[in-house]
């Protein structure tokens, strides 16, 4: 009988691979292994030999102590996870978010041991668990709420991903692995968790990707998740997630005041002001009756005549905002010496480099090695105590 390793958990396999956005497959040619043996040490039936341990560890990136962890950072029962698409094309790249939200979870676990974070602050506005009797008067209602708690009043959102951050949303950005999906969130009672893709440019883009995952914790708190495209509330919740963030970005009143004519010109003079994608300031022209069906139909082939859906001006002027929590946190922790990289590394038991990337932290901040083997499509490429706790202080919105 071939040695195995001991204690090697089998979860963990699982995790890292899909984690990579590999398949079985894939990562079976990488190892040099038949994939029906990926999937016999991915349910417990065996455990890989030292040899080949060696090998998953190696192509995986991840630290030995990886693997001889409990599984425990499985989804909770009381977690909510949405995905902007949930077509079969990108079902790697969603099984990959899936984990690393839980590698963001883990990482702000351990970071609240030491940093005391901003609380929560979303609340229930107690809308029905069936999106579909969800109305646009409730959206446009919690998103004027919302912006009188925060107190942002009526003008444009300096930084949107500042602001969620103030009120207890964790954001990473990074390279998401599929054209399909553009931000992930995962939703506790606790905190929140969102993910944005920093492979899709642009900084108007990137923040309504924000605040529509803003939408879905504020407008489907109460909802379960859709099972996949066909299922008829995924596309209500998608069409409902952008109408609150319009909403929020765009408030009613003071939007609407000043768009007069409603050409593409004077849209594009308001961009700069609003940090708002032409596009979306003529859906939200629309949503709220500024403008008819016919003359929506006009604006929508200028814009296609001037080729704005590849890029609209201003859209290389701006970069995307930076989520800073996080990585000032860590920052603090390892200033203040109440943690070493040692420590930290040592308690998350993840790559460095895989922390760095959702953490925000600048590369060789806890790391000094080449990043992680990336994966996209499912093909490999190299291409404390209480009394240590630290008050992390808010950032302007």
């Not at 979870?105 to 351990?110: A, G, P, V």
């Not at 944005?196 to 924000?210: F, N, P």
């Amino acid at each position: 009988m071939k040695p195995g390793t001991p204690f090697f958990v089998a979860g963990r396999l699982l995790e890292a691979r899909e984690g990579r956005g590999l398949s079985a497959a894939a990562l079976a040619d990488v190892v040099d292994v038949r994939r029906e043996t990926i999937y016999q040490i991915e349910s417990g039936r065996i455990t890989p030999g030292p040899a080949l341990f060696s090998r998953l560890q190696e192509s995986l990136r991840m630290p030995a102590a990886f693997f001889f962890q409990p599984v425990e950072d499985r989804p909770d029962d009381g977690e909510l996870i949405l995905f902007r698409s949930l077509r079969s094309a990108a079902k790697p790249a969603r099984q990959r978010a899936r984990w690393r939200l839980q590698w963001l979870k883990r990482i702000t676990r351990f970071v609240e041991e030491f940093v005391e974070l901003p609380a929560l602050d979303v609340p229930d506005y107690g809308l029905p668990s069936d999106p579909i009797a969800i109305r646009d008067r409730h959206i446009e209602e919690v998103a004027d709420d919302l912006r009188q708690r925060w107190v942002l009043g009526k003008g444009p959102i300096s930084n949107v991903a500042w602001l969620m951050e103030n009120h207890g949303i964790i954001i990473a950005r990074e390279d998401l692995g599929a054209d399909e999906l553009d931000a992930a969130i995962l939703q506790k009672k606790e905190h929140i968790f969102v993910l944005l893709g920093a492979d899709k440019g642009t900084d108007v883009r990137s923040r309504m990707d924000a605040a529509h995952e803003l939408g879905h914790a504020v407008v489907h708190r109460n909802c379960p998740a859709p099972t996949s495209d066909k299922d008829p509330r995924h596309k209500v919740m998608e069409q409902q997630a952008f109408r609150f963030a319009g909403a929020l970005l765009l408030p009613r009143e003071s939007f609407a005041n000043e768009v007069w004519t409603c050409s593409l010109e004077e849209l594009l003079a308001l961009k700069p002001k609003w940090r708002v994608a032409v596009a979306a300031m003529i859906l939200r022209s629309a949503h709220l009756g500024l403008i008819s069906e016919s003359q929506q139909l006009r604006l929508w082939k200028q814009y296609s005549s001037r080729r704005w859906k590849k890029a609209e001006p201003f859209d290389d002027e701006w970069t995307p905002e930076q989520p800073v929590l996080l990585r000032r946190s860590i920052e603090l922790m390892l200033e203040e010496k109440v943690t070493s990289v040692d420590q930290f590394l040592s308690a998350i038991k993840l790559p460095a480099t895989d922390i760095e990337d959702l953490a925000g932290l600048s590369p060789g901040t806890i790391s000094d090695g080449p990043s992680p083997i990336a994966f996209r499509g499912g093909r490999a490429s190299t291409d404390a105590s209480d009394s240590n706790v630290l008050s992390f202080e808010r950032h302007a919105k």
